[in-house]
Structure formats: structure tokens, C-alpha cells
């Protein structure tokens, strides 16, 4: 069943600063199959986007990778490329919407030529026709009145309009991957569901694959068919969105699912994860979420814990599903989930 | 609402902001758009992209020019202050802004970024005390100590965002107007930061402008609810009131279009969608009182429909 168009293994990012080395992906690994949606959740500061800056071939200068590390595209090491091969597979056989829109337009460019440009490096268009597919992205997107915007200058569109502009240049190419790093986080809902819908609608035809970061855990329910969690430069849980959603194993992941308000949240306080996450120029032993897990065992904070497999699809890292671990009682509104759970697989089978 | 009428910090009377004014390309960013912000209050801002929020913020802050209305904070016309009032205003009034990446100086150590306002209103007797005060607005927002000597781009999106979130509480503001403060955080730290917000709130009596786009959470922090569309203030009220019993068209088709975090409901939920026309017929229209303290941006006979759609 599974075709992988992208494996991932044992990747390694290391920051050179002046404090010190920052280790921020701790030995990652992970698969993306032809024409699924894979979601990337977790931590801010958990390496989501390191890893798919890495994808991108476009880490900081500061950054260093080491040997094992291996990503493979194509039966191609994407690590051993050189910046001229690059070129023909960054923003057209893999392309990225960036977290941060303004840092990825030119603002002295009109945004119209900034979509088209894609087109006509790589797909040899003519400007015209390139103009007139950028148009028809802008409105794609959402962008009102598209005619009157092409020639428009970054720094005269809102926030949320120049976001779009960043994921229209993204599907401009019409790429493999699509790497969407917090694509909508600046978008009002409605325009969300629409951006959504048009990437769902280019990934059916085209079979492309996606991953997908982002910290609305509503938008990973509607758009991932797959989701893997990250804690402090590691993968702790992934599975299926309903394995995740429902039969989460990770006291990290729960804590996460926890922490979202829920229309009934009416007083009080959220239940934010206690504490701050670990210092990655000096990450601790053992599990790095020991110190602020209240279901820690002695073991974490000395032993690195294996993945723990769940179902063929379903892999958490943690030592609680060891078998010589005690059975412990998760959070009510995770124990309410796990208790779907059941009534799922009831009626699946 | 009984007994005394809560104090008014900002008011805002018939605002508007038109940019390229009487051109071509003119473009409404804040049509004639009138409400108030008590204080101790946290009003929450929402609406479409492009609706003229942050437009509405940076006015507040007079990083624009109105075109028209006018804006008191505490009573006192902002256009109008000058000299001490002016530099009093601009530390009682902060804003964290949406864009942190643009928003924070890339040359700068993010501690002496968060100190920046700290030295300017010499808030600090002393070095020990400036590094002290910086190092708790770093725990305060979830960063710890060694991130002071670092510098922006050695941050994550949500720890850049939360640097800007930390240098606006620094100088102990009033009011502050927060640009779409928590999307770029993960949800357990924008539990800590919307909880942390809520305690400065009380503690502090600190008021709020909160703009955002994740509906759950604004109902969730939110006293008071307004929804932008086009430029205008569409319909505004308490956050239960507007989220339960939406009135308008157009804030229904925003609540539908709220993604559930849930994979079954997600499959099938539908979302209404919004036709623009009644912005667009030339009708006149006005705030319209539907229940008490929720109004509606209507013509006499829609406020009558709206009403009759209640349950
Ligand atoms: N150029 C750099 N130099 C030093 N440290 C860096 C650099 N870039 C990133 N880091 C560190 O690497 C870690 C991972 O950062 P990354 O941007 O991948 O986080 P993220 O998971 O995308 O978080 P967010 O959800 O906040 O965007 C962070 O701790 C960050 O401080
Ligand atoms: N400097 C400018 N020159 C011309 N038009 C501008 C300028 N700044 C903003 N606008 C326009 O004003 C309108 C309101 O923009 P604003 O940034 O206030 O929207 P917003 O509600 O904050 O949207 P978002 O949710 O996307 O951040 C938009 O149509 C925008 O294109
Ligand atoms: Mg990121
Ligand atoms: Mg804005």
C-alpha cells in the first residue's frame, strides 16, 4: 500500500552559536507517500521547520548535517546535491509555502511577477501566459478584484492577502511535494477553507504529496491522512489521523490534545503543559519530556525510549507501552477520546 | 446592563482609514467603524482577511493617519496629544504585532530587544535590575535565560513571536493591542500565553484589543466580541452572545467554517457560505440594538429577520 516519494532517515541538524551547538532534529526518520497529506504537529521550537527547510535545501548557514543523515528523492541523496541541482528541484519538483510570508516575497517585485516567475524558469512559459496563470492563482486563492492586485507591491497587501501570495507562487509550480509550513495561520477561516479545498483539489489531480505543519489541530483533522508529533528535535508519536485523534499513546501528544480550547471551555484556566522545554544545546537524558510529563517513570530520565509499536501504522516513543511498565490512567478528555476510539473500530468491524 | 456603565478606555467615533484617498486604487480599510473598549476588558477583534484590523490597531497607535472619526483613549483625543502626554500614550499602549519576524530588529540580542522599551522609559534603576526584569518576561512567556544573548533568526516562528510578546508587556502598558498574538504558537503554549494574558488582565487590570483568527480561542479569552467585514463593523456583543446567537450573515458563515479537531466530524461538517450582496445594495444600514448590548449592522426589516432566526 504504501509508495514512498520521500524517505527520511536518521536526520541530524546541528546550529553553530556562539553558546554552543543547538542539536535541533535529534535523529528524525519518516516516509511520505505518493498523494497523502502527512501532518507535522508539536512543540514550537520542535524542529518542524528545520526539517523542512532541510527538505528544501535551505538551512541557515550555522546549520550542519551529519553523513548518516539521508533523505531520499528520486534515489537521490537530496544531502549530496550541489546548489546547481538545486535549482531544478527547489520551488518545482518540491516547493515550500514558508512560515513567515514576508520574508519570502520580494518587496520590491510586483506580487503578479513573483507568481509568474516559477512559470517561466521552469516551465518556459511566456510571460504573457505566465501572467495569465498567476492571475488565475491570485483568484484561486481568494485574492478579491485579482485584475486590479497583479501589480501591486507586497507592503500594500494585509497579512493574510500576502500569505496567500506566498501559497499561490508555492502551487504555481505544480510540484511533487508541497512542503506548507503554517499556511493559513495568518487566514480568517473562511479564506482557510477555501486555500484548504484548492490544495486538496491540486493534490487529487495531480497525486502530489503534502506535508503539512501547523498548530491547529482542527485543520490537521480535515486535511492529514497521517500525522507524526515532534517534541525537542524528535518524532514521539505518528500514526493515522484517527490513531492520533482518538488512541493517542504519547503523554505529549495528550498533552497537546489537551490543551485546545473546546467550545465548553468556559472558565477557568487551559491546561497548558506545565514547564519549558528542554534547552537544545544541552538536551537532557533519557526521554526529553520526562521533566514536565506527570506520568514519568525512573526510567525516562535515564533511557532513551524505543519506539513502541501500536498497529502497523501506529508508533509512539515512550516508555509506558513497555509491557514491564505500570498501567497508568490518562487525562479525562483523553480517556473520553480512547473511549471513541472503541466505538470506531466497533463499527469498523 | 445594570447599575454603572463600565469606564470607556478606547473609544472609537466613526473612524475611517482610506489609503491612496480619492485615487484609483482607494482603498476603504476602515469604513466609518464605531465601538468602545472598557477597561479591564479584553475585546476581541475578528473577520476577514483584509477587514481592516490591523489597520484599526496601527490607527489606535497613530502609526496612521486617520482619514476621518476620531479615537480617545481615556477620555482624551490621541490626535491631539503632545510632548510627556504623548510619550505617556505611547507606553500605556502597546501593540504586539502580526508579523514578528519583520516586527523584531534582526541586529539586535533579543535581550536588549525585549529591554529596549525598559531603557527608554527608564523603567530600570540598574543593569541588575534591567536583566532581571528581562530574564522574568522570559520565563513569563516560556523562553528561558540562555535565549537572551541570542539573536532573532536563531528562533523559531512561535519563540520570535513570543520575544515580541514579552518586549510589549515590558514596560507595564494599559492597553494593548494584540496582532494575531498566539497563531504562530503551538497549543500548549498558547494556552500559556492566552492564560497568562487573562491573569495580567485581572491582576493588572489590563485592557486588550485581541485580533484573531482562531475563532475558539477568541471566544474563549474574549469579554466582548466585534466582526469585521469590507471595512465595517458588522455585528458586535458579548463573546457568548455572538458565538451561540450569531445575527449577521456573514459572522454565521465564519463560525461555520471553523475546522473541528476531530478527523469523523471534520468529514462531513458544512459550511455556509456568505453572499456579499447585502454589503454591495446601496441600502442604508446602521448599528442596530438586537438584544441587549449585541448589535447588528441591519436595515429596520433584516434586524426584524435576524431577530425572528434567533431560537
Ligand atoms: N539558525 C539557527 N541557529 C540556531 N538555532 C536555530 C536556528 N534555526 C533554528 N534554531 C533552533 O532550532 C530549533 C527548531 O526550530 P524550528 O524553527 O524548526 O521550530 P518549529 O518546530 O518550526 O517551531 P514553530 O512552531 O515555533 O515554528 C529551535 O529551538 C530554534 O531555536
Ligand atoms: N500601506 C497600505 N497601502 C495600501 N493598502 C493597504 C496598506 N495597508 C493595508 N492596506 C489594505 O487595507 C486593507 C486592510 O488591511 P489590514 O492589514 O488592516 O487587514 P486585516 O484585517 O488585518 O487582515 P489580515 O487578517 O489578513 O491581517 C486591505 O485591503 C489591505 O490591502
Ligand atoms: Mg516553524
Ligand atoms: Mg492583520
Redo the contacts between chains.
Keep these: 500500500m504504501s509508495n514512498p516519494i520521500l524517505k527520511v532517515e536518521n536526520l541530524h541538524v546541528n546550529?553553530n552559536?556562539?553558546?554552543g551547538t543547538?542539536q535541533a532534529i535529534r535523529d528524525v526518520s519518516f516516509d511520505l507517500n505518493k498523494g497523502e497529506t502527512l501532518a507535522i504537529?508539536?512543540?514550537?521550537?520542535?524542529g518542524?521547520?528545520?526539517t523542512t527547510k532541510t527538505l528544501m535545501g535551505l538551512n541557515?548557514k550555522n546549520a550542519s548535517i551529519p553523513d548518516n543523515s539521508r533523505l531520499i528523492f528520486k534515489d537521490r541523496n537530496l544531502l549530496d546535491l550541489k546548489e546547481e541541482e538545486w535549482q531544478t528541484i527547489r520551488g518545482n519538483e518540491i516547493a515550500m509555502i514558508f512560515?513567515?510570508?514576508?520574508?519570502s516575497l520580494d518587496p520590491t517585485m510586483k506580487i503578479g511577477m513573483q507568481i509568474a516567475e516559477p512559470l517561466m524558469k521552469h516551465r518556459k512559459m511566456k510571460k504573457e501566459d505566465a501572467l495569465k496563470r498567476a492571475l488565475e492563482l491570485m483568484k484561486g486563492v481568494g485574492i478579491?478584484n485579482s485584475e486590479?492586485h497583479i501589480n501591486d507591491y507586497p507592503h500594500?497587501?494585509?497579512?493574510?492577502?500576502r500569505?496567500?501570495a506566498v501559497v499561490a507562487i508555492a502551487l504555481a509550480a505544480d510540484p511533487e511535494i508541497l512542503i506548507a509550513d503554517?499556511p493559513t495561520?495568518?487566514?480568517?477561516?473562511?479564506?482557510?477553507?477555501q486555500i484548504l479545498n484548492l490544495m486538496k483539489s491540486l493534490q487529487k489531480e495531480t497525486s502530489s504529496s503534502i506535508i503539512f505543519i501547523t498548530?491547529?489541530?482542527?485543520?490537521?483533522?480535515?486535511m492529514a491522512n497521517r500525522v507524526a508529533v515532534m517534541y525537542a528535535g524528535k518524532i514521539v508519536e505518528y500514526g493515522t489521523?484517527?490513531e492520533i485523534?482518538?488512541n493517542p499513546q504519547h503523554p505529549y501528544t495528550w498533552?497537546?490534545?489537551n490543551?485546545?480550547?473546546?467550545?465548553d471551555?468556559?472558565i477557568g484556566?487551559?491546561?497548558?503543559?506545565p514547564g519549558?522545554?528542554p534547552?537544545l544545546?544541552d538536551p537532557p537524558k533519557g526521554d526529553a519530556f520526562a521533566s514536565r510529563n506527570v506520568y514519568a517513570l525512573a526510567i525516562d530520565s535515564k533511557e532513551e525510549p524505543p519506539f513502541f509499536k501500536v498497529s502497523d501504522t501506529h508508533y509512539a516513543a515512550t516508555w509506558l507501552l513497555d509491557e514491564r511498565s505500570p498501567k497508568v490512567t490518562p487525562p479525562v478528555q483523553i480517556q473520553k477520546r480512547w473511549a471513541?476510539w472503541q466505538e470506531?473500530q466497533g463499527q469498523e468491524a | 446592563m445594570t447599575g454603572k456603565e463600565p469606564k470607556k478606555l478606547v473609544e472609537l467615533k466613526d473612524l475611517q482609514l482610506y489609503?491612496n484617498k480619492g485615487k484609483a486604487?482607494e482603498v476603504r480599510a476602515i469604513d466609518h467603524v464605531t465601538f468602545d473598549i472598557y477597561e479591564g476588558e479584553i475585546f476581541g477583534l475578528?473577520?476577514?482577511?483584509?477587514?481592516g484590523k490591523?489597520t484599526i490597531g496601527r490607527t489606535i497607535l497613530k502609526l496612521h493617519e486617520q482619514t476621518g472619526g476620531e479615537i480617545l483613549f481615556n477620555g482624551e483625543d490621541v490626535t491631539h496629544l503632545k510632548g510627556k502626554q504623548l510619550s505617556a500614550f505611547r507606553k500605556d499602549a502597546q501593540m504586539i504585532f502580526?508579523?514578528?519576524?519583520?516586527s523584531l530588529n534582526g541586529r539586535m540580542k533579543v535581550r536588549d530587544i525585549i529591554a529596549e522599551g525598559i531603557d527608554i522609559n527608564k523603567l530600570a534603576k540598574n543593569k541588575t535590575e534591567r536583566d532581571a526584569k528581562v530574564q522574568e518576561l522570559l520565563?513569563l512567556v516560556?523562553?528561558?535565560e540562555?535565549h537572551a544573548?541570542?539573536y532573532p533568526?536563531?528562533?523559531?516562528?512561535?519563540?520570535r513571536q513570543?520575544i515580541g510578546i514579552a518586549r510589549a508587556l515590558a514596560v507595564d502598558p494599559k492597553f494593548i493591542i494584540a496582532d494575531?498574538p498566539i497563531?504562530?504558537?503551538?497549543?500548549?503554549?498558547?494556552?500559556?500565553v492566552?492564560?497568562l494574558m487573562?491573569e495580567l488582565q485581572t491582576k493588572h487590570s489590563l485592557t486588550y484589543l485581541f485580533i484573531a483568527?482562531?475563532?475558539?480561542?477568541v471566544?474563549?479569552i474574549s469579554d466582548r466580541i466585534g466582526v469585521m467585514h469590507w471595512g465595517k463593523l458588522l455585528e458586535i456583543g458579548s463573546a457568548d452572545a455572538v458565538?451561540n446567537h450569531p445575527l449577521h450573515p456573514y459572522t454565521k458563515?465564519?463560525l461555520s467554517?471553523?475546522?473541528?479537531?476531530?478527523?469523523?466530524?471534520?468529514?462531513v461538517?458544512q459550511?455556509i457560505t456568505?453572499d456579499t450582496t447585502i454589503e454591495t445594495d446601496g441600502k442604508a444600514r446602521q448599528m442596530i440594538e438586537a438584544a441587549p448590548g449585541h448589535f447588528v449592522l441591519a436595515t429596520e426589516e433584516e434586524a426584524a429577520l435576524y431577530k425572528a432566526q434567533q431560537v
Design positions: 546550529f552559536t556562539y553558546a543547538v504537529v508539536g512543540e514550537s521550537g520542535s518542524k521547520s528545520v541557515a512560515q513567515d510570508p514576508m520574508t478579491p486590479e500594500q497587501w494585509s497579512g493574510g492577502m500569505q496567500r503554517e495561520t495568518a487566514l480568517d477561516v473562511t479564506i482557510q477553507a498548530h491547529d489541530l482542527g485543520v490537521v483533522a480535515g489521523v484517527d485523534f482518538f498533552g497537546l490534545l490543551s485546545m480550547p473546546t467550545t471551555t468556559q484556566s487551559l491546561e497548558a503543559i519549558t522545554p534547552d544545546l471513541r470506531i | 489609503f486604487n475578528v473577520g476577514e482577511s483584509g477587514s490591523t502580526q508579523d514578528p519576524q519583520a520565563k516560556g523562553l528561558n540562555d544573548t541570542r533568526h536563531e528562533f523559531s516562528g512561535g519563540q513570543r494575531e497563531s504562530a504558537l503551538d497549543v500548549s503554549i498558547q494556552a500559556q492566552v492564560n487573562k483568527h482562531d475563532l475558539s480561542m471566544k474563549y458565538y458563515s465564519l467554517a471553523i475546522p473541528v479537531p476531530d478527523p469523523e466530524v471534520e468529514s461538517r459550511h456568505y
